[in-house]
């Protein structure tokens, strides 16, 4: 019998030790995450859930997980200190602004969406500013390379 992606993933996070009720890591909840777009967004995976599932998914993402990556939050741009990827942010936002628009306007998910678009507009202007000091720098060595 074949299996679809959301019953693989499934499986996988059970093995794992991956399941949201419990302590929730940086590892749990991305592997939540993408069983959530999984079965909300992704349309391969074959059969429907029961409305039950849909209920259930929807309240542990806004009464566990929400919360936890919002009191996760650290104002840097190295990622590897942020509660969630930058990838998993925008899946999971898209998402949220188009099907689920209370849970997107919620105080907390708003304050993770500037956080989101926050760091975004500072590595966007890290990014030039070293552009320029390599620019800077190429300058200053075909000074001296010319004279």
Same mark, same amino acid.
């Given at each position: 019998?074949?299996?679809?992606?959301?019953?693989?993933?499934?499986? +996988?996070?059970?093995?794992?030790?991956?399941?949201?009720?419990?302590?929730?890591?940086?590892?749990?909840?991305?592997?939540?995450?993408?069983?959530?777009?999984?079965?909300?967004?992704?349309?391969?995976?074959?059969?429907?859930?029961?409305?039950?599932?849909?209920?259930?998914? %929807? %309240?542990?993402?806004? %009464?566990?997980?929400?919360p936890?990556?919002?009191?996760r939050?650290?104002?840097?741009?190295?990622?590897?200190?942020?509660?969630?990827?930058?990838?998993?942010f925008?899946?999971?936002?898209?998402?949220?602004?188009?099907?689920?628009?209370r849970?997107?306007?919620?105080?907390?998910? !708003?304050?993770?969406?500037?956080?989101?678009?926050?760091?975004?507009?500072?590595?966007?202007?890290?990014?030039? +500013?070293?552009?320029?000091?390599?620019?800077?720098?190429?300058? !200053?060595? +075909?000074?001296?390379?010319?004279?």
């Amino acid at each position: 019998m074949e299996t679809t992606p959301v019953q693989r993933h499934t499986t +996988r996070m059970y093995a794992r030790r991956e399941e949201v009720w419990r302590p929730l890591t940086r590892q749990r909840v991305a592997a939540f995450i993408r069983l959530f777009i999984l079965c909300f967004v992704e349309l391969e995976n074959g059969l429907a859930l029961q409305r039950v599932t849909y209920r259930m998914l %929807k %309240k542990t993402l806004v %009464k566990r997980i929400i919360p936890w990556i919002h009191h996760r939050l650290t104002w840097t741009t190295d990622e590897r200190y942020w509660p969630i990827t930058l990838t998993q942010f925008q899946e999971l936002n898209a998402f949220l602004a188009e099907h689920l628009p209370r849970i997107h306007k919620d105080d907390a998910w !708003a304050s993770i969406a500037y956080f989101f678009k926050e760091v975004v507009v500072q590595r966007r202007d890290e990014y030039k +500013r070293l552009e320029e000091m390599e620019k800077e720098a190429m300058e !200053a060595v +075909r000074r001296v390379l010319g004279q």
